[in-house]
Nanobody, 117 residues
Framework: QVQLVESGGGLVQPGGSLRLSCAAS????????MGWYRQAPGKGRELVAL?????????NIQDSVKGRFTLSRDNAKNTVYLQMNNLKPEDTAVYYC?????????WGQGTQVTVSS
């Protein structure tokens, strides 16, 4: 079992920044993948950014957020961060922390990000 605790999110104006955090109950290096997905109203869940194999095999970032969003990690705290800069209204969604561990998908409870003036 893996527990995920998310924090961050909220309401921000276009062009603003937010940082999401996700703390896991196990070492990041034990996971096949860890990162963030999002789901906008009326749409399916989509990948935002993902670290594979603790970073040993690379990071995937959605094209629409490249150059604006950065995925980083603190190994000692078993935590990944999603720094989101230059936010746009189309980034509005519920953001979910995600872990793949021993062939099982784990999801955080979700945190709302709203970009609006």
């Amino acid at each position: 079992q893996v527990q995920l605790v998310e924090s961050g999110g909220g309401l921000v104006q276009p062009g603003g920044s937010l940082r999401l955090s996700c703390a896991a109950s196990k070492s990041i290096f034990s996971f096949n993948a860890m990162g963030w997905y999002r789901q906008a109203p009326g749409k399916g869940r989509e990948l935002v950014a993902l670290i594979r194999d603790g970073g040993r095999t690379g990071t995937n970032i959605q094209d629409s957020v490249k150059g604006r969003f950065t995925l980083s990690r603190d190994n000692a705290k078993n935590t990944v961060y999603l720094q989101m800069n230059n936010l746009k209204p189309e980034d509005t969604a519920v953001y979910y922390c995600y872990v793949l561990y021993v062939s099982t998908n784990y999801w955080g409870q979700g945190t709302q990000v709203t970009v609006s003036s």
